[in-house]
């Protein structure tokens, strides 16, 4: 099987100055730019916070404290990466802290020996099993390789760009992200039989 | 490439189930209305955050602090005293803190209005009049016959049940800026469900607005210079040159709450408003005593009132047009003059805004009345002309169980397939999901197993757990409707 990964298109973004020149916008209140950059980011945001595990239910929300979060972050880029970058970091750790809690209510439901919360209902625009499947599969890898793995795969981000969301040298990504298709692959093996 | 860079060995048909379910997450997006939801929701760009570095910690306590105080005043009920406006003096519930200036009002019905900072609205004979600045509304559904009605400047603004918004902007003003008192210019935008604007004066409709579409009244349309001699009078009927566009409006929404809030507003001034007596629009003598016939058991007489009154023009007219069917089905136990009335009903008013209630009301009585072959026939019509309805779901339901109960299964499925394509009413979702299960096992479809597996796993205490169990394990069989 080839590297669907890298032969999938890179998330539009603009040039470094075009980010920037954008941010500056953002941040004199120019409404048009904010309104430029939620148009460009917010389906990335979406298809991203849907392809990590991010419930239906909470998926809308949590795109929105995305973009609250940006906001509140644009001082602090510099553009040193590209703006997608910085986006996705601020997009990952969000639904990095939404899985955590998931976690903890449902382990806090099974302490107090209550009904555990409901599997999140099915999205009813995904009809496809296919992708209830992959979406089972990937919930299963841990976050790290999970992180990885959606972001090379399913959104085309450059491993080198990976590495910086992810926080971790370019190496390491690409392990994880071997180790992550390994365990995929295994996990689907294991389902076909 | 380095074998790191390459996906491990396995069986090629599992690789291109694998790149094919990634090729799929790939296109996976939201749809319009999410991405406008969330555009509502962050419209309004806030200050950036400052944080320094030097004073984390009185930061910290200054925060928490903060968060306690935002908390306390968000759990504490509170209740906003508004002026006095000539119908005693009212109270306004703040349901939740609306953002940035905004007031988010409950009226009653469960009308969700959100008035922005400048707005003035008031309660006039049980309806709402918008008198300056934006004021964006969520109506649930309404009663067929009962629409809710806002009034702007000269016009009325008729709704069933929908999220669209209204700004009377101030735009008749002198060179020194201060108001005039000629009329103001009135924008209506629309973002779910269609709404009506109609003429006051006239009892016209001047505009049908579907959701994306935009009217404004003539004096915005004509871009007229600001000054006293622009100041347009009360619309005249001969000039309905109002415009309707399709530009998108910005609407702010938070979290899941289905209410659209204000943008930023053109004129200043008090915000005022009340706690609506009646959303319903105002009444006319004939259509207040029909109700009252109505109230007093006297279904006869409110029939006749109907009738007399379906026979004028206008928005009531239009209604008590409806109301004759529903009389004569629910009062009066005569579902086949009530089909006749309401396809009377359609026949008069091809694009009236009661015309969905219209269609679903014959269908549901069609259905009970046994004639399945006319409501199968009907609700294919409407699922073919209805293509954004927000009906839709429940009516495909409906077909697939017409259908069904026919044998044919396979019809059942394409229309079952429709409603899996809404996401709600969740109870048609869920019957929907379940039958076609049974479908597609009846059909001998080996995906018919899977498909009721993924129904104990979205639905795990279901109405159809039971059978969707036995399906599983290949003892079931499609029940009947």
Known sequence: MNTPGLMRAAPTGGSLTADLDMVARCRRGDGVAWRGLYDRYAPIVYRFLSAFGVPNEDREDACQEVFVAVYRSLARFRGEARLSTWIYRIAARHAGRISRRRRVRSLLSTLLVQQPPPPPAPDPSERSERLQILDELVSKLSPKKRLVLVLFEIEGVPIEEVAKIAGCPENTAWSRLHYARAELMAMAKKRVR | ?481
């Open chain 2, 1 to 481: 490439m380095t074998p790191q860079h390459r996906w491990p060995d396995g069986p090629d048909e599992l690789s291109a189930e694998l790149r094919r379910a990634l090729d799929e997450a790939a296109l996976r997006g939201p749809d319009d209305m999410t991405l406008r939801r969330g555009w509502s929701a962050i419209a309004t760009p806030m200050p950036p955050a400052r944080t320094r570095r030097g004073f984390w910690f009185a930061g910290g306590v200054a925060t928490t602090a903060a968060l306690a105080l935002a908390g306390s005043l968000w759990l504490w009920p509170h209740a906003t005293e508004l002026p006095w406006s000539g119908h005693g003096k009212t109270v306004a519930k703040a349901e939740s803190p609306a953002p940035l200036g905004s007031r988010r009002l409950t009226l009653e019905g469960g009308v969700e209005a959100v008035l922005g900072r400048s707005s003035v609205m008031r309660i006039e004979d049980g309806a709402p009049r918008i008198e300056g600045g934006e004021v964006r509304f969520s109506v649930p559904h309404r009663q067929p016959g009962h629409p809710f009605v806002v009034r702007a400047e000269g016009y009325r603004v008729v709704v069933v049940g929908t999220r669209f918004g209204i700004n009377v902007d101030g735009k008749a003003e002198d060179k020194t800026g201060s108001r005039t008192d000629g009329q103001k210019a009135v924008g209506v935008d629309v973002d779910e469900g269609i709404v009506e604007v109609w003429e006051a004066a006239t009892q016209r409709r001047l505009a049908r607005l579907t959701p994306g579409e935009s009217w404004q009244s003539p004096d915005v349309a004509a871009e007229a210079p600001a000054g006293p001699a622009a100041v347009e009078p009360a619309p005249a009927p001969s000039v309905p040159a109002a415009t309707i566009s399709t530009q998108a409006r910005m609407l702010r929404h938070v979290g899941k709450h289905p209410t659209a809030h204000a943008l930023a507003l053109a004129s200043p001034g008090e915000i005022t408003s009340e706690r609506a007596t009646s959303p319903a629009e105002t009444p006319t003598a004939e259509s207040t005593a029909a109700r009252a016939a109505l109230a007093a058991g006297d279904a006869p007489r409110a029939l006749q009132l109907y009738r007399a009154l379906a026979q004028g023009t206008g928005p009531s007219a239009e209604n008590a047009s409806y109301e004759v069917g529903k009389v004569l089905n629910e009062k009066l136990g005569q579902p086949a003059n009530a089909v006749a009335a309401w396809r009377g009903y359609r026949a008069a008013h091809p694009d009236g805004i009661l015309r969905v209630e219209a269609d679903v009301s014959i269908i549901e009585t069609l259905v009970r009345t046994g004639d399945t072959d006319e409501a199968l026939s009907e609700a294919n019509d409407f699922l073919r002309r209805r293509p954004g309805s927000e009906r839709r779901a429940e009516i495909a339901r409906l077909a697939g169980d017409l259908y069904r109960a026919r044998g044919d299964c396979r019809h059942a499925l394409a229309a079952y397939q429709i409603t899996l394509g809404a996401s709600r009413p969740r109870d048609a979702v869920e019957a929907a999901t379940f039958h076609r299960a049974a479908c597609l096992v009846q059909l001998g479809d080996a995906g018919g197993a899977d498909a009721a597996r993924a129904y104990l796993r979205a639905y795990p205490s279901g109405k159809f757990r039971g059978e969707a169990a036995a399906l599983t394990s290949g003892g079931g069989s499609a029940p009947r409707p």
